[in-house]
């Protein structure tokens, strides 16, 4: 693909020894994976994971995400147990993001985790990005590539919204396949998840074969992404809505409003899964038309609803 953006790029060999040699300089790379696309950087180097914090606008308490090739990278940097084993080996390389405990000669700097015991990592499937992975000898501190609290970018183009030109290179993988954001499960003790996603508490207990537990806000951060206002379109957002203002984009599920005006619909067919790949795609549309508000109609809580209406309810808290 020929474009006109000077910083986005189509993966080819030169571009890849680029990124490489740009990572190995602690530079920091926009670089699409299955989920949403991320803002990556030498996990082991102070100075690349700064730069992560401060592009970002990033408060030092939220922790990031350590993204590597394989289990037996991870396995210099965290304590392995039976609980990651198991998930890995059903769901990884995959959209699942794992809370473990940071082994004291890990290389990882401290301030990825923000000084906690612990280290949340993840194994991204994007062929792109497990090529670079494991042409680096060191993992990626990956978070999402945006602006703190903005929505996640999913297409490159929507990276380059977020941080126009002070990206150098954002490298094309063309639109992410699920669309939303890893599912974290912490694994230090009872497994718990902290941010829902498409891999959900029944796929995670079936493997497992034992109850897990959901977090819920009562006020106390456990996990800092899990902060009540988070991707947020920049306008309004209005949850459980029941009838149409007349002038707001409304966001629903199925073809009971198709080809309305104002009218947006997820998926035609129902399909939860679709829906949340569409979401944070639909609300930079949206935004982009010039709306002032969206109204959002009650969205199924079951399957990737939960996490679908988990993105919608803190996009709510403007
Ligand atoms: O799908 C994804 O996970 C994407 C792609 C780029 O990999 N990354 C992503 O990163 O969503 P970020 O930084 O936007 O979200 C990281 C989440 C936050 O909710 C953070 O609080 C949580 O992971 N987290 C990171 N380290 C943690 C830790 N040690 N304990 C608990 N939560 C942690
Ligand atoms: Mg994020």
Partial sequence: MK???SNIFT???KILWKTIKSLNN?????LPTETVYGLGGNAYSKRAVKKIFKLKGRPRFNPLIVH???????????????????????????????????????????????????VAIRFPSNKIT????????FPLAMPSANKSTNVSPVNSLDVFDEFKSKLKIIIDGGKCKIGIESTVI????????????????????????????TYRNKGKVLSPGMLKKHYSPGIPVLINQKKHDG???????????????????????????????????????????????????????????????DRINRASKF
Avoid at 26 to 30: A, K, P, T
Avoid at 130 to 135: G, M, V
């Fill in 3 to 5: 474009n006109s953006y």
């Fill in 186 to 213: 912490d694994l230090t003790s009872i497994p718990k998840i902290l941010r829902p996603g498409v891999i959900d508490k029944k796929n995670i207990e079936k493997v497992l074969k034992t109850k897990i537990l």
């Fill in 11 to 13: 993966f080819n060999k």
């Fill in 247 to 309: 002038k707001s984009a409304y966001i629903y599920i199925g073809n009971k409003h198709k080809n309305k005006k104002n009218f947006f619909s997820l998926n035609e067919k129902n399909n939860l899964f679709l829906a949340a790949s569409n979401l944070y795609k639909m609300f930079r549309i949206i935004k982009n038309k010039g709306y002032k508000k969206i109204q959002i109609n009650k969205i199924p809580k079951y399957g990737a609803g939960i996490a679908i209406n």
């Fill in 26 to 30: 602690r530079g920091l790379v926009g």
């Fill in 130 to 137: 497990r090529t670079i992975l494991k042409k680096t000898d």
């Fill in 68 to 118: 590597y090739h394989n289990i037996k990278d991870a396995e210099k940097d965290v304590i392995i147990n039976k609980y990651v084993k198991k998930l890995y080996k059903r769901f990884c390389p995959g959209p699942i993001t794992f809370v473990l405990k940071k082994k004291i000669t890990s290389k990882i700097d401290p301030l990825v985790s923000a000084n906690l015991k612990t």
